[in-house]
T-cell receptor, first 117, second 114 residues
Framework: EAGVVQSPRYKIIEKKQPVAFWCNPISGHNTLYWYLQNLGQGPELLIRYENEEAVDDSQLPKDRFSAERLKGVDSTLKIQPAELGDSAVYLC???????????????FGPGTRLTVL | AQKITQTQPGMFVQEKEAVTLDCTYDTSDPSYGLFWYKQPSSGEMIFLIYQGSYDQQNATEGRYSLNFQKARKSANLVISASQLGDSAMYFCAMRGQYGNKLVFGAGTILRVKS
């Protein structure tokens, strides 16, 4: 079974440029997450999708960040314009959420390492 | 709101010895889940072990065990018989009852010495 796929793995851009990251979750997983991981820290949730609906985007800086999950499968995270402080790893994860219980394992992709110059 | 605290920025352990990575948490949710992930230098997050707040026994998965002390709000990870391949960053995370997101700690870097 293929895992969560992310591309690109690495991206270097100049500040004020736009950038986009792509994520393909595990087949059949209804929930998709985008996390931001700064150097030396744990991941922090940016946005969570249940199918095609964004159900938690409270941590997404909406002035420059946007995301979409068309047809409830693949997802794209965009930054426009990028700032120096956006340099980080952007992780995508997916899970098959079932009602009840707390154990719904999230499977992570390899991440996209963004460097803004 | 949930909070995870990992107080050990870095740890060293001799190969074949056991090591304990500390994790304390804070939540007001009556039900919650605790997770440990491993992140090697390659960057992917690898799920290791899960403990539910109502589980009666401590979770075990191969060489990994979770020392769950609910009254102390701690969920320490124990790795037995350390291997060189265990060198990585380790994250403790929790998930509350009313949300699906994981809240992570700052992580602990583990280095296994030969």
């Amino acid at each position: 079974e293929a895992g969560v796929v992310q591309s690109p793995r690495y991206k270097i851009i100049e500040k004020k440029q736009p950038v986009a990251f792509w994520c393909n979750p595990i087949s059949g997983h209804n929930t998709l997450y985008w996390y931001l991981q700064n150097l030396g820290q744990g991941p922090e949730l940016l946005i969570r999708y249940e199918n095609e609906e964004a159900v938690d985007d409270s941590q997404l800086p909406k002035d420059r960040f946007s995301a979409e999950r068309l047809k409830g499968v693949d997802s794209t995270l965009k930054i426009q314009p990028a700032e120096l402080g956006d340099s980080a790893v952007y992780l995508c994860a997916s899970s098959l959420e079932r009602t009840g219980g707390n154990y719904n394992e999230q499977f992570f992709g390899p991440g996209t390492r963004l460097t803004v110059l | 709101a949930q909070k995870i605290t990992q107080t050990q920025p870095g740890m060293f352990v001799q190969e074949k010895e056991a090591v304990t990575l500390d994790c304390t948490y804070d939540t007001s949710d009556p039900s919650y889940g605790l997770f440990w992930y491993k992140q090697p230098s390659s960057g992917e997050m690898i799920f290791l072990i899960y403990q539910g707040s109502y589980d009666q026994q401590n979770a075990t998965e191969g060489r990994y065990s979770l020392n769950f002390q609910k009254a102390r709000k701690s969920a320490n990870l124990v790795i037995s018989a350390s291997q060189l391949g265990d060198s990585a960053m380790y994250f403790c995370a929790m998930r509350g009852q009313y949300g699906n997101k994981l809240v992570f700690g700052a992580g602990t870097i583990l280095r296994v010495k030969s």
